[in-house]
């Protein structure tokens, strides 16, 4: 069962600016054939200078290069052509979303094993953060039984349900099990009983939102508030005590591309703003009601 839950009953997710993942990522390989070990090695470098970059994949498999913003990633593919001399091509960028719960599930699963059986009784409960936590019970004995529920419990957590996107904020437990299985049949009795705990949970869609503060000349201030209210901005203060205007507001990642173009023409290249990370939000219903299959190739991270 999918949820929605609105943005006003929902409280944002919040967490430190430097997330575990990436919030915007692209694929990079390099235009002139046989240079990808260089291109690695060249990100590498430039992601030991800034802990938001991230960078995945090892040639001649495709290279990943993840960050914060779409601007933060046109300033490493920018250093990358200046620094290092390499030319490379990009794929489109796509953001990071998340799946959650709405509501603290149970689930008891048995199932029937060769002679034997094996009882596995999960719970989970939503985090007012962005972390998972999984714990076992002292019906749970053995290293390898432990790590066999956890692997099929991450391996739900990973993939998502109604979306795809991995699943955040929640806290699971295993209070009972009975029966031994090997830790592979385990492990896929726990991802069975993982997937029914987290669908009576009902699923929500989760986007990342970015703090955005404006500061332009006072007379362009009115159609530069305008385009942040076509892209879903939430505006948090408006300060129109002399020159420049200045906003603050929160704004989806996802509907922040090509801002800097738009934004410099609209302030006629006098205004300036800056972005940082704010929160995770439930995603509207256009976005969380089957998007067709060019807006989910988009979101995918």
């Given at each position: 069962?999918?949820t ?12 430190a600016?430097?997330l ?6 692209l694929?990079l ?6 240079e ?9 470098a430039?992601?030991?200078e800034?802990?938001?970059?991230h ?12 960050g914060?913003?779409?601007?933060h ?7 990358l052509?200046?620094?290092h001399?390499i030319?490379?091509m990009?794929?489109?960028p796509t953001v ?9 599930s149970?689930v ?11 009882s596995?009784t999960?719970r989970?409960?939503p985090?007012a953060?962005l972390?998972?936590?999984i ?11 432990v ?13 998502g349900?109604g979306?795809?996107f991995?699943?955040v904020g929640?806290?699971i437990s295993?209070?009972?099990a009975?029966?031994?299985v090997e830790?592979?049949?385990?492990r ?6 993982a ?15 970015m703090d955005?503060?404006v500061?332009v ?8 508030l305008a385009?942040?209210?076509t892209r ?6 408006r300060?129109h005590?002399g020159?420049?205007a ?12 090509g ?13 300036s703003?800056?972005l940082r ?5 439930p ?15 988009a979101?995918?991270?």
């Amino acid at each position: 069962m999918l949820t929605r839950v609105s943005a006003a009953t929902f409280r944002g997710m919040s967490e430190a600016e430097t997330l575990p993942w990436p919030l915007i990522s692209l694929s990079l390989a390099p235009r002139i054939a046989g240079e990808g070990e260089r291109l690695l090695a060249a990100l590498r470098a430039l992601a030991a200078e800034d802990e938001r970059l991230h960078v995945s994949g090892e040639p001649p498999a495709e290279i990943q290069l993840g960050g914060l913003s779409e601007d933060h990633l046109d300033a490493t593919i920018a250093a990358l052509r200046r620094d290092h001399g390499i030319d490379v091509m990009c794929g489109a960028p796509t953001v990071a979303f998340r799946e959650t719960i709405a509501s603290p599930s149970e689930v008891e699963y048995r199932q029937r094993v060769g002679q034997g059986f094996v009882s596995l009784t999960l719970r989970v409960k939503p985090m007012a953060d962005l972390s998972v936590t999984i714990s076992c019970g002292e019906g749970v004995t053995g290293d390898d039984g432990v790590a066999a529920l956890r692997e099929g419990i991450e391996q739900v957590l990973d993939k998502g349900l109604g979306w795809g996107f991995p699943i955040v904020g929640v806290a699971i437990s295993v209070p009972a099990a009975e029966g031994f299985v090997e830790p592979a049949t385990l492990r896929q009795v726990a991802a069975i009983a993982a997937r029914q705990m987290i669908e009576r949970g009902c699923t929500i869609l989760l986007e990342p939102i970015m703090d955005v503060t404006v500061t332009v000349p006072d007379g362009c201030a009115d159609v530069v508030l305008a385009d942040l209210g076509t892209r879903r901005a939430d505006v948090l203060a408006r300060r129109h005590d002399g020159e420049p205007a200045i906003f603050e507001a929160l704004v989806p990642l996802i509907n922040l591309f090509g801002y800097s173009n738009s934004f410099r023409a609209l302030s006629g290249g006098r205004g300036s703003f800056t972005l940082r990370y704010a929160c995770y939000r439930p995603a509207p219903q256009h976005l969380d009601r089957d998007p067709p299959p060019a807006m989910a190739a988009a979101l995918r991270a």
